[in-house]
């Protein structure tokens, strides 16, 4: 078993920036990809951002892109989320997730099998 929990999240005005950590224990998940998804009231969770493991290769929603940042550190099993640029539409609960002997990214919500508790974040104009 893994246990994942994100930190970080808060409020936060337009234009302000956040870094949202995942730790990991129970399992050292340095070959696994490391995903961070969004869900906003009313909607459906959805992709931001994804790492293989080891960090060979990262992969971005497009909105996004150019804006967020996905990284590791392995020696401290914990991924991380830069966020830069915030809008309002940012605004929401933040999940990390992972999967046993899943090294590629992969963007699907049903492939990733454990799953942290959120952070919220909220973006105010």
């Known amino acids: 078993q893994v246990q994942l929990v994100e930190s970080g999240g808060g409020l936060v005005q337009a234009g302000g920036s956040l870094r949202l950590s995942c730790a990991a224990s129970?399992?050292?998940?340095?070959?696994?990809?490391m995903g961070w998804f969004r869900q906003a009231p009313g909607k459906e969770r959805a992709f931001v951002a994804a790492?293989?493991?080891?960090?060979?290769?990262?992969d971005y929603a497009d909105s996004v892109k150019g804006r967020f940042t996905i990284s590791r550190d392995d020696a401290r099993n914990t991924a991380y989320l830069q966020m830069s640029s915030l809008k309002p539409e940012d605004t929401a609960v933040y999940y990390c997730?992972?999967?046993?002997?899943?090294?590629?990214?992969?963007?699907?919500?049903?492939?990733?099998?454990?799953w942290g508790q959120g952070t919220q974040v909220t973006v105010s104009s």
């Open positions: 997730a992972t999967r046993y002997g899943m090294a590629a990214t992969k963007r699907e919500v049903g492939v990733y099998a454990y």
């Open positions: 129970g399992r050292t998940v340095s070959s696994y990809a």
């Open positions: 790492i293989s493991g080891r960090g060979a290769t990262t």
